[in-house]
């Protein structure tokens, strides 16, 4: 094989890798841009259900609040059992603080949404005759956007389609998902929310090529060996960047943030 045919291959196998993420990131942006489409904040007359207003989603009580992705409000003489029953079980109240998370794959929180979570805490302190303390809600905004825009560049699902197969083969847990489709099984690797990338997907490659099948990529091309530890080689890097980013792949943070 000469130097101009190895070349070819290597940048052969980088161009795959690199299609597969640009699905991937592609995919992220249409599932966002669906939601803020077809969202309406305008109760459905139809359905059955009184209207009233929708409740902000706040973070689970059992992860503490972090100042990158929650808008969180110290609340003073307010006993925190009413704290936690006025904002309901799925509030994130400790210490005196009250904490709504601002930014997740849906995107940011919408700035009337934070104002009227921050309306909703000054309203209950006011009545206890109470002082609430917050970020200012323009500069939380804007490092909210930073960050939403950082993980969309590190948001990468990888996907390994298995052609000829079925899921009846495999056994046992596994850091990854599975799909049937008319033809055989792909493989989902969650980047983000895998608690170690590198290792995750190569146990994906390894039950894969266990299947027998033909393995193909999104568009039904043939992924060999340099193909693969291309893909490989990109899920590294997006786990140190990841990592640079202070986020642990899998982490606490990281599962909230890719929910």
């Known amino acids: 094989m000469t130097d101009l045919q190895l070349g070819l291959l290597v940048i052969g196998a980088a161009v795959v890798a690199a299609v597969l993420v640009y699905n991937r990131l592609q995919e992220r942006k249409v599932r966002r841009e669906a939601q803020r489409s077809f969202a309406s904040t305008h109760a459905d007359v139809l359905a059955g259900e009184p209207p009233g207003r929708r409740e902000p989603t706040f973070a689970p009580a059992a992860?503490?609040?972090?100042a990158r992705i929650d808008y969180v409000v110290e609340v003073h003489g307010v006993p925190l059992a009413e704290l936690a029953e006025r904002f309901g079980a799925r509030a994130m109240v400790s210490d005196s603080r009250v904490?709504?998370?601002?930014?997740?794959?849906r995107g940011v929180v919408a700035e009337s949404e934070l104002i009227d979570f921050r309306s909703q805490v000054e309203t209950l302190a006011?009545?206890?005759?109470?002082?609430?303390?917050?970020?200012?809600?323009?500069?939380?905004?804007?490092?909210?956007h930073a960050l939403d825009k950082a993980c969309a560049e590190v948001d990468i699902q990888v996907a390994l389609h298995v052609l000829g197969v079925s899921d009846a083969a495999l056994a046992g847990d596994r850091p990854f998902r599975t799909q049937e489709r008319?033809?055989?099984?792909?493989?989902?690797?969650?980047?983000?929310?895998?608690?170690?990338?590198?290792?995750?997907?190569?146990?994906?490659?390894?039950s894969a090529r266990q299947l027998g099948g033909r393995l193909v990529d999104d568009n039904g091309r043939a992924l060999d060996e340099r193909s693969l530890a291309a893909i490989g080689a990109e899920v590294e890097a997006t786990r140190a960047r990841l990592a640079g980013m202070g986020i642990e792949p899998g982490g606490p943070l990281a599962l909230r943030l890719f929910s």
């Open 182 to 206: 008319e033809d055989g099984l792909t493989f989902l690797l969650d980047v983000p929310r895998a608690a170690d990338p590198g290792q995750d997907y190569e146990a994906m490659v390894r």
């Open 126 to 144: 006011a009545s206890h005759g109470g002082t609430v303390s917050a970020p200012e809600m323009r500069t939380a905004l804007e490092a909210a």
């Open 63 to 66: 992860v503490p609040a972090d």
């Open 99 to 105: 904490a709504l998370q601002m930014v997740s794959r």
